[in-house]
């Protein structure tokens, strides 16, 4: 089973910048759907960026449009989180899954059942 390992996180000012990155070991041999949830305190997980191989399409909730931009850099998906506020603050995820006929379906990106392997979470703390 392909392990997803996240890195970066950590706290900021708001109006700062984070990056977080989730390395797919297998990524260049597959066409992937890759996301980033995120889960605040007492809130529900929330689909936040989602990005697939087969075409490079990219998508993002409204809360994160023009802040965040989801990118890949070989075997690593990116995301760019700036001018960050405080109701960003949250456990984010990384969730992957293959596309098996290469076909994305944007319906179902932000459903963590469309994704099978996970990443660890890492916490984002904006705050002053």
């Known amino acids: 089973q392909v392990q997803l390992v996240e890195s970066g996180g950590g706290w900021v000012q708001p109006g700062g910048s984070l990056k977080l990155s989730c390395l797919i070991p297998d990524l260049a041999l597959h066409y992937y759907q890759i996301a980033w949830f995120r889960r605040a305190p007492e809130k529900e997980r929330e689909g936040v960026s989602a990005f697939s191989t087969s075409d490079g399409s990219t998508y993002y909730t409204d809360s994160v449009k023009g802040r965040f931009t989801i990118s890949r850099d070989k075997n690593t998906i990116n995301l760019q989180m700036d001018n960050l506020k405080p109701e960003d603050t949250a456990i984010y995820y990384c969730?992957?899954?293959?596309?098996?006929?290469?076909?994305?379906?944007?319906?179902?990106?932000?459903?963590?059942?469309?994704?099978?392997?996970w990443g660890q979470g890492t916490q984002v703390t904006v705050s002053s």
């Open positions: 969730a992957a899954n293959i596309l098996r006929t290469g076909v994305f379906n944007p319906a179902s990106m932000f459903s963590a059942y469309s994704y099978d392997k």
